[in-house]
């Protein structure tokens, strides 16, 4: 994969369809990003193709179904440019992947860490899944595009890459247990992400240094998932919370879990800090009260195939503390950036959000600290 993250890209985007020999390109771009980049891109390219040509994403909602309806109209086509964020990028990333057509990401919003990632996620039935799809054959990361999206975006790519503290402890834990070998630390930079955590008034004051970072971090990860051949590297706990929350209620896929993972710290943090054993009693919710019978029996069956009888006594607590970022840690940095913090600060109902977190680790099956809770 070739990768751009500079300043001003628009014109070295003509220039590397023009050494990869792309001669029919295809931009995938919604209403926003159109009037953000696309349209201008669409006018750049008109000077070196013919025809141009171009495809709207309308509403702007990452489903299956708008992948497989792109794919079909893919016709005489050299290379897809998706020009957008996650939304965008899935789509087309998933289209590319049906239709067997490269693709290149033209990113509007460092929102996510999907542009490097090889897989989509994508809606179907109202369930968001995971698909394998392409991976592009470039990424441009434009600067000035991404310094100059909304201040939300960027939180939620902030939220999507501090979740590494949550996810490390947990694949580590799983690893420690025997149960998970092919853990490494090599999926993970923290002296990137200590380096964006210093530079969080950067991102604030639109400091392109700062969303340098963030966009190096991203990239980071979406390899580290591709190499690691799962989204084990970016998605443990917190993202299963996070994934539950937003099929009720939506939002950017960032924030989501940049909420999820402040709970997930500190419930780990609890849980380290008293040798693994919980220190409250709770009353579980139960899963029947909010799911179908198909969607219950389908969580019962991930359950049952996780280990119960573990030892304990063989997991290193001081190593797994050694790669966490203390939960009030999180907290100052949430609100030096302005993230939400608590689950109303989502508009979220907190009952349900408590209940969803005794749910999430019926609906995959990572072993994670949810599964000593
Ligand atoms: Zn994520």
Redesign the pocket.
């Known amino acids: 994969m070739d990768l751009f993250i500079q300043s001003n890209l628009q014109n070295k985007l003509a220039n590397y369809l023009q050494q990869r020999g792309y001669k029919k390109i295809t931009i995938v771009n919604d209403c926003n990003t159109y009037k953000v980049v696309a349209e201008k891109l669409l006018n750049n390219l008109s000077n070196y193709f013919e025809p141009r040509n171009h495809h709207y994403i309308t509403p702007p909602k990452a489903q299956l179904s708008k992948a497989q309806s792109l794919a079909k109209q893919l016709k005489n086509v050299d290379c897809l440019i998706a020009v957008g964020s996650g939304t965008i990028n899935d789509i087309t990333k998933y289209a590319a992947h049906l239709a067997g057509v490269p693709y290149i990401s033209y990113a509007t919003a460092l929102s996510?860490?999907?542009y490097a990632s090889s897989t989509a996620?994508l809606e179907y039935e109202g369930i968001k899944t995971s698909y394998p799809a392409t991976q592009a054959k470039a990424v441009f990361i434009d600067l000035d595009i991404v310094s100059a999206a909304p201040l939300e975006l960027t939180k939620a790519g902030v939220?999507?890459s501090l979740?590494r503290s949550t996810t490390q402890a947990d694949w580590l834990l799983a690893n420690q247990l025997g149960l998970d070998d092919e853990y490494s630390s090599e999926y993970f930079n923290i002296t990137l992400e200590q380096q964006l955590i210093d530079n969080i008034d950067g991102l604030l004051s639109g400091d392109i240094s700062a969303y340098k970072i963030l966009a190096e971090l991203l990239v980071f990860t979406g390899q580290a998932m591709n190499k690691a051949g799962s989204?084990k590297p970016?998605?443990q706990a917190e993202?299963m919370l996070?994934h539950l929350m937003d099929s009720k209620y939506g939002g950017y896929?960032?924030l989501q879990?940049a909420v999820c993972t402040l709970t997930i710290a500190q419930l780990q943090q609890q849980l380290l800090a008293n040798d693994l054993k919980p220190s409250i009693s709770r009353k579980y919710a139960k899963l029947d009260d909010y799911f179908t019978n198909e969607q219950v029996e389908k969580f019962k069956k991930i359950y049952a195939s996780k280990p119960k009888n573990i030892d304990l006594n063989v997991v290193d607590i001081k190593a797994i503390k050694a790669v966490t970022l203390g939960h009030s840690d999180l907290l100052n940095i949430y609100n030096k950036l302005g993230l939400p913090t608590t689950s109303a600060g989502l508009g979220w109902d907190d009952g349900f959000y408590k209940a969803m977190l005794d749910i999430a680790k019926y609906t995959r099956d990572r072993f994670t600290f949810l599964d000593l809770h």
């Open positions: 996510m860490n999907g996620s939220g999507d979740c989204s970016a998605s993202h996070a896929h960032g879990v």
